[in-house]
Nanobody, 117 residues
Framework: QVQLVESGGGLVQPGGSLRLSCAASGSIFSLKAMGWYRQAAGKERELVARITSGGSTNYADSVKGRFTISRDNAKNTVYLQMSSLKPEDTAVYYC???????????WGQGTQVTVSS
């Protein structure tokens, strides 16, 4: 089992910044990928960004140039630096990890990000 603990969500004004963190613990041997999804009210969950163990990254088109994903392999922690936030970024953000062995996916509990003036 893998446990994920997220932090860093909150209320921010348009144009502001937030940094999300997600720390993984438990039966971790190797994490193939880590990343973030988000789900806005009334919408489906969508991929925001992901990063592989080798450091390759992918971003949703809507966040390219504004969000940066990074990871600390020694701490099994993934970060999402969000800048130039827009009201449409408002959502619950979920951290996930994909294990190398078995290909299991684990999810965090979600953290609310609200962008509003």
């Amino acid at each position: 089992q893998v446990q994920l603990v997220e932090s860093g969500g909150g209320l921010v004004q348009p144009g502001g910044s937030l940094r999300l963190s997600c720390a993984a613990s438990g039966s971790i041997f190797s994490l193939k990928a880590m990343g973030w999804y988000r789900q806005a009210a009334g919408k489906e969950r969508e991929l925001v960004a992901r990063i592989t163990s080798g450091g390759s990254t992918n971003y949703a088109d809507s966040v390219k140039g504004r969000f940066t994903i990074s990871r600390d392999n020694a701490k099994n922690t993934v970060y999402l630096q969000m800048s130039s936030l827009k009201p449409e970024d408002t959502a619950v953000y979920y951290c996930y990890v994909l294990t190398t062995t078995g290909g299991y996916v684990y999810w965090g509990q979600g953290t609310q990000v609200t962008v509003s003036s």
